[in-house]
């Protein structure tokens, strides 16, 4: 399948990781990934006008009808980006999709495993904005936990995985953030796994010496293209 891709600003710099592994992943699929040009910031969280904030995701919905052969969809990993450009598309014009709608327990089984994951435990956190609202939340709320369990780990961290972590206000109220993120970090277990580059960077900051990584990074270690998690 080709789809367009949406990277948005975080996976361009802080979270370049991620971005590289999305892409390596869906090529170990047999998907085919094509940037939106000249794709512009959503606005995320930072912009105080919703409804300029909208006409920004918008205006990079009609970028992508710009590619041809993407009618498979459109591909947002960062949270904020999926949910600004779910909400632009009022119309349900375009199928747009978190990469964690499409790395389901069926999908991924396709994957060649190399590594299982027997005798550790994760705990998979996805915030607030893959959780709710209902509307532009992913469907399957537990799909890195069938993952991690098809493969013989444990999952940890039920009562905390959909807790906000306070990502967006890291700049503004830090001491908010850090209050938010240990609460996750302390009712939790194990490695932590994300999809967020805002949750990513929050319990990072805030961790120590707890090992937070990226579903992808999960990914590519259980295919053998990463030596250790």
């Known amino acids: 399948m080709k789809y367009a891709y949406y990277p948005g600003c975080s996976l361009t710099g802080t979270a370049r990781r991620l971005d590289k592994g999305v892409r390596r992943i869906f090529t170990q699929l047999g998907h085919e990934l094509v940037e939106i040009p000249d794709w512009n910031c959503c606005g995320a969280f930072e912009y105080g006008n919703r409804k300029d904030l909208v006409e920004f995701s918008r205006a990079n919905l009609e970028k992508s009808g710009q590619l041809r052969g993407t009618e498979a969809g459109i591909i947002a990993p960062c949270p904020a980006c999926y949910k600004n450009l779910r909400e632009a598309d009022q119309e349900r014009t375009y199928p747009i999709y978190h990469p964690l709608e499409l790395l389901n327990p069926d999908v ?118 990463r030596k250790t998690l």
């Open 108 to 225: 991924t089984a396709s994957l060649s495993i190399e590594k299982d994951l027997k005798g550790q435990v994760f705990t998979p956190y996805y915030g607030c904005l893959l959780m709710r609202p209902d509307e532009t939340a992913i469907p399957d709320k537990e799909v890195m936990e069938g993952f991690i369990e098809r493969l013989g780990g444990e999952t940890d961290g039920a009562k905390v995985k959909a807790k906000c972590c306070g990502g967006n206000q890291f700049f503004i109220n830090k001491w908010a953030t850090e209050k938010l993120s240990k609460i996750i970090l302390d009712g939790s277990k194990g490695v932590i796994v994300v999809f967020c580059p805002l949750c990513h960077m929050a319990l990072t900051s805030f961790s120590k010496n707890r090992k937070i990584i990226y579903f992808t990074d999960l990914l590519l270690y259980v295919t053998g293209e």
